[in-house]
């Protein structure tokens, strides 16, 4: 090859690496702060074509899937900018730069929002980063839950799509306490696949129908907690007062609707309980009613909070037919 051969080419080399470069946009406030990029020896793209460069040593280190996709031999034909071979990633800038955050050792950054914190969650499962899910589902647990209806089935389509088993089953809880209808869920229902919104009703059905079995258990006068309520003056002797048994039958009859309405809260019991009395002991001057709630009030609502929670976790959202949890309630609604 003679000299102007080898100009020619070295001049072709500087004009792709140039316009490799000119590709790449200015991208460096998304960096993560304080990341060393010092003797980088890759560089990770985003699908939005931020490039970050990264160290092979330390994503290895963090993810197997890593480890293994650098054991193997660079292709022939692989991408190289700056003289670094490039991985093209199917995250985004944002993300990536959440997990590097994760996996350097600077500030870890996970978002305050929980739909942003399910993404890098789902990252970090796909590239197996076990520790860092740990940190993430730690975080999530401790500070951070969907704050309205939306952002509720906004979550539970994440997590339902991106396989995130115990976030699926958190987020089909969370709903519960929201109407399943249009309004509520907003553009959430066009995050959420047929089979996971065919799961979330059937979840919803069962539990609502758990919980009514649970109720009309408890009305049971002969079984504790209640028998200790037979006895009221202003009630036949072997009946529970009026003012309880409208508390509980109200509750069973509103459970009597369809899937979409918002379910009971087990702690709102308590609450109208304590008003209920109130006012019953007030206008009839009660004795029983006044002494077996001081004797025994707190440990009726306690079980009744306890029973009603059961009800609900005997029914998983995972995948039908629903798990069932060990109870000793045998008469509930299993599907
Ligand atoms: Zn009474």
């Known amino acids: 090859m003679t000299p102007a051969h080898f100009q020619a ?17 200015d991208t460096s406030a998304l960096l993560p702060q304080g990341l060393d990029t010092h003797n980088a020896d890759l560089i990770m793209q985003s699908s939005d074509h931020v490039p970050f460069y990264v ?10 899937i890593f480890r293994d996709m650098f054991s193997l031999p660079q ?39 929980y739909d942003k914190a399910l993404d890098l969650l789902a990252v970090s499962q796909k590239y197996d980063m076990v520790a860092i899910q740990s940190s993430i589902r730690a975080e999530m647990k401790n500070n951070l839950r969907p704050l309205t209806a939306a952002a509720t089935f906004r979550a539970y389509g994440i997590a339902s799509a991106k396989g995130l088993t115990p976030e699926t089953e ?17 553009d959430a229902l066009s995050m959420i696949g047929g089979w996971a919104l065919r799961d979330l009703i059937r979840f919803r059905r069962h539990c609502r129908d758990n919980l009514a079995s649970c109720l009309e258990s ?31 039958s109200g509750h069973i009859s509103d459970l009597h609707c369809p899937f979409s309405k918002s379910l009971l809260k087990s702690s709102s019991i308590r609450a109208e309980y ?22 025994q009030g707190e ?8 029973e009603l929670s059961k009800a609900l976790e005997m029914v998983s959202a995972l995948k039908p037919p629903f798990y069932e949890h060990s109870s000793s309630l045998n008469n509930y609604y299993y599907g």
């Open 218 to 248: 408890l009305l049971d006068t002969r079984l504790p907690p209640i028998d200790i309520w037979t006895g009221c003056h202003s009630t036949t002797s072997d009946i529970i007062p009026w003012w309880l048994q409208a508390i509980l």
């Open 55 to 64: 160290h092979k040593s330390i994503l290895s280190m963090s993810s197997p």
């Open 170 to 186: 958190a987020a089909a809880r969370l709903t519960l306490d929201f109407p399943m209808t249009f309004e509520s869920m907003g």
């Open 75 to 113: 292709p022939a034909d692989g991408e190289f900018v700056d003289g670094l071979p490039v991985v093209r990633l199917a995250e985004e800038a944002q993300v990536l730069h959440n997990l590097l955050t994760m996996i350097y050792p600077i500030p870890s950054v996970i978002p305050g929002e």
């Open 9 to 25: 080419e070295a001049d072709l080399h500087l004009e792709n690496e140039m316009r490799s470069r000119q590709s790449l946009p």
């Open 274 to 295: 304590l008003r209920a009395l109130q006012l019953h002991v007030t206008q009839t001057r009660c004795t029983f009613c006044s002494k077996t709630h001081v004797m």
């Open 299 to 306: 440990t009726f609502c306690t079980q009744v909070e306890k």
